[in-house]
């Protein structure tokens, strides 16, 4: 069965196998006693930092080993805001950072500190103006993610990084997405990275703090990873982690080269293939392995089980699953259509067949995801009618808010109006989409009894 979900967790590589057995039979003991046995412990925790420390491109001292990367997430922020609370309470983050970042924003807000959340264009990309204009007397940290974890689009760190430097701002990097396929460009102060996504163990995350960085480890002191991350290590999966990152990055180069033309194809393949779809992303500013795409009159969880039924394990940003019922916070920040939202995100080993076959499978999964929501098939003909329809679509959640309006959009004149009344905080993005996609004009929106009305005007 082909997985394609590696930006959520990557297969173990064969490497990591390797030193998790090997480093279970001689790291099991404290590296911090004295006996043989410790001392053992103690040359493999620090033959693993001083591997990790190259591949982030830091010193072995400023590296540690966190219980996972959304721990050196909270961790990270934690430390550097308390180091720098004389400066004051402001952080500055991207819009499009992964939840473990907002969720420690959304913290500091609510404990009376003050957030600037930097927007981005469609394409998922900030501006480092955009960025220098947010930072003020009193911004104690700021920001931005490597790559994003759902687009895979890679932000202008250096431009970035230069902004903060010159205002004299610690910039903390999520290098979640991206370390597995290169070093992060410098200048950064705090860099945080999870190894299951590079194909280590899970439990397993890195918190670099660059010396001269104020830093106040949170919570009360311990002796261990320089008070960073207390308790006992998890040795065993800690070598695993260096050495697959070590292993990974020497293959980087060839198998990007390898991914990057297997997502080409599907960015190319898939709107000819499958009508109604926005390839979302830059389209070269990019990790290599990962492409995400929506699909209009589709449900991105439908579209995720009935592709699991093919054989293809995917995942989606989609607003529309049974959990949320909300749209993906990446998606709604770009402005992008949020349903059927499907991310592919290649292994390294990827095949070439299995990639063919997953797109000989897609349309025939889209148009019956489709179907069975009653998307239109063909146009209906034209018809005069009123100046303006109202689509009452309350209670339902998204496509089929936008399903209702293509039903009824080809019966309205040109220069006439249909206005999609929806409770559903998706409708926002999904019907100026659809106008987007459909080259039509997306009037606005208005508060109406029940909902809110999302107008469109027919050009053509």
């Known amino acids: 069965m082909p997985y394609f979900d590696a930006a959520s967790a990557a297969p173990p590589h064969p490497v990591a196998r390797q030193a998790l057995l090997a480093a279970l039979d001689e790291g099991w003991a ?43 997430l909270h961790d990270g922020i934690a430390g550097a805001l308390g180091g720098r609370r004389r400066t004051g309470r402001h ?15 959304d913290a500091l807000e609510a404990d009376g500190g003050n957030i600037t959340r930097v927007g981005v264009d469609r394409t998922g990309l900030v501006d480092p103006a955009e960025y220098a204009a947010a930072l003020r007397p009193d911004t104690a940290l700021a920001a931005l993610q490597s790559a994003n974890h759902e687009t895979g689009t890679e932000q202008p760190l250096a ?19 991206s370390l597995g396929w290169g070093p ?21 995350g890195l918190l670099a703090v660059r010396k001269g960085t104020r830093f106040s480890p949170p919570g009360p002191a311990d002796e261990r990873e320089a008070g960073r991350a ?14 697959s990152l070590r292993a990974v990055r020497a293959e980087a180069d060839a198998e990007a080269a390898r991914l990057r033309a297997l997502v080409d194809r599907i960015r190319a393949r898939v709107p000819a293939l499958v009508p109604d779809v926005e390839v979302v992303g830059h389209p070269a500013r990019r990790l290599p ?41 990446v998606l709604r920040a770009m402005g992008v259509l949020s349903e059927g939202n499907v991310r592919v995100s290649l292994p390294r080993g990827a095949l070439e067949a299995d990639v063919e076959r997953f797109l000989e499978v897609l349309p025939g999964v889209v148009e019956g995801v489709r179907r069975h929501l009653g998307a239109p098939s063909e146009a ?81």
Do not use: N
């Not at 992060?184 to 397993?204: D, I, M, N, R």
């Open 30 to 72: 404290d590296p911090a006693r004295l006996h043989r046995e410790g001392r053992r412990a103690r040359l493999l925790l620090d033959a693993a930092r001083e591997t990790a420390a190259e591949a982030v491109g830091c010193r072995p001292d400023e590296l540690s080993f966190t219980p996972s990367g959304t721990r050196a």
């Open 91 to 105: 952080l500055v983050v991207s819009s499009v950072e992964h939840s473990a970042v907002l969720h420690a924003a």
């Open 159 to 177: 431009e970035v990084a230069a902004v903060c430097r010159a205002a004299g701002v610690p910039l903390l990097v999520d290098a979640a997405q």
């Open 184 to 204: 992060v460009p410098e200048g950064w102060s705090l860099l945080t990275a999870s190894a299951h996504k590079w194909g280590g163990p899970a439990g397993v």
């Open 230 to 243: 207390p308790g006992f290590p998890a040795l065993p999966a800690i070598v695993a982690a260096a050495a």
């Open 289 to 329: 392995h990962i492409v995400t795409f929506s699909c209009l009159y589709a449900d991105g969880e439908a579209l995720l089980h009935a592709l699991d039924r093919e054989g293809f394990s995917v995942s989606s940003g989609s607003s529309c699953t049974s959990s949320t019922l909300e749209p993906s916070h």
């Open 380 to 460: 209906p003909a034209p018809a005069e009618g009123a100046p303006e329809v109202v689509v009452d679509a309350l209670g339902k959640r998204c496509p089929i808010p936008v399903i209702e309006l293509a039903k009824v959009f080809d019966r309205v004149p040109v220069g006439g109006l249909v206005t999609v009344l929806s409770d559903d905080e998706a409708a926002r993005l999904d019907v100026p989409a659809w106008c987007d996609m459909r080259g039509q004009e997306y009037v606005g929106e208005r508060v109406m009894e029940g909902g809110v009305g999302y107008t469109v005007r027919r050009v053509s």
